[in-house]
């Protein structure tokens, strides 16, 4: 008997916990908070523009993004954060699926942005192309060619990886799930980290753009000459549920990804705007804006099941 209410009481719980909360605004807010994994306190000077417009000052506070999950989880309705902002999908897309996310009202607001890139409570920001940085310098490069010949050099971390895997397993959809399984084993079994050493690995390594230092480094866009086009992830932000101040958050989203602050704010990631500049930036190296993949982190984000059935039964 006690069961059967346990999971009668569950079931009230999830239900009024995926209800919507409308949205509301303190008066004259002057202030909204940043929670970010990648962000720290001084980067505010990327958003002085919207400060003096809006008279709201922004403060970023910087923690891990599992942190940052704990924390909202734990304080639901009295969170000191107003906005997200992480380097990965991914990561805010597990806040999505924790209803700690405040879902938008009417996504078209969002000028500019391509409607790919909106999700019910989340936008992506901008573009983290998966990239090889290549001493050799070849003209061409094909993800497919990290599953055979020589073992590479992985300079991305289990997380990052995991992300890319997912696009994987997109391309070749569910009635192809072996075949994403042999690719991924194969990619798996070439890839060794950078600590690891031996005499017989390729030049080249995967990585993400916003990792490399492209004053130093020469690094291809993989997939350009195929219809597939290169695997990117998403800086991605945002609006956290339940807080008081959801029209100024809104606003500053509405900032980040109009063209021009786009392309300064994803200049200063070393990451791609979310919308093709068609030779139109100041920053050289967005001109050379790749054949993007035809599904973005929005989609993407929900093959982390697939992919975690595929490796449990490794």
């Known amino acids: 008997m006690k069961l059967h209410w346990i999971f009668f009481l569950s079931l009230i719980l999830r239900f009024f916990g995926s209800c919507t909360v409308n949205p509301v605004e303190s008066k004259n807010p002057t ?5 970010s994994d990648f962000l720290s306190p001084k980067d505010t000077v990327l958003f002085e523009s919207f400060e003096q417009q809006n008279k709201i000052k922004v403060f970023i506070f910087s923690m891990h993004a599992d942190s940052i999950q704990s924390y909202l989880k734990s304080n639901v309705y009295n969170s000191k954060f107003d906005v997200v902002i992480l380097k990965s999908a991914f990561d805010v897309h597990q806040l999505s699926e924790l209803n700690l996310l405040q879902p938008f009202i009417g996504e078209d607001k969002f000028l500019h942005l391509d409607s790919k890139f909106i999700a019910k409570d989340w936008i992506v920001l901008s573009i983290d192309p998966y990239v090889i940085v290549d001493d050799i310098q070849h003209k061409t490069f094909e993800y497919s060619n990290l599953t055979y010949n020589k073992k590479w050099r992985k300079q991305l971390d289990n997380r990052d990886m995991t992300v890319f895997k997912t696009a994987i397993l997109e391309q070749y959809g569910r009635k192809n799930i072996q075949r994403s399984s042999s690719w991924l084993q194969k990619l798996d079994e070439q890839s060794i980290i950078n600590r690891d050493s031996t005499m017989h690995i390729a030049s080249y390594s995967l990585t993400k753009l916003s990792k490399i230092d492209r004053s130093k480094q020469n690094f291809i866009y993989p997939n350009q000459q195929i219809k597939t086009g290169v695997f990117y992830d998403g800086i991605s932000a945002g609006i956290v549920r339940h807080n ?71």
Request: charged share 20%.
């Open 31 to 35: 202030h909204i908070c940043i929670a």
């Open 244 to 314: 008081s101040k959801y029209i100024s958050a809104k606003q500053f989203l509405d900032f980040l990804v109009i063209p021009y602050n786009n392309q300064v704010i994803s200049n200063k990631w070393n990451t791609l705007p979310i919308e093709n500049p068609l030779s139109h930036s100041s920053f050289a190296y967005q001109n050379n804006y790749p054949i993007l993949y035809r599904s973005s982190p929005i989609k993407l984000s929900k093959q982390l099941r697939n992919l975690k059935r595929i490796e449990y039964k490794k």
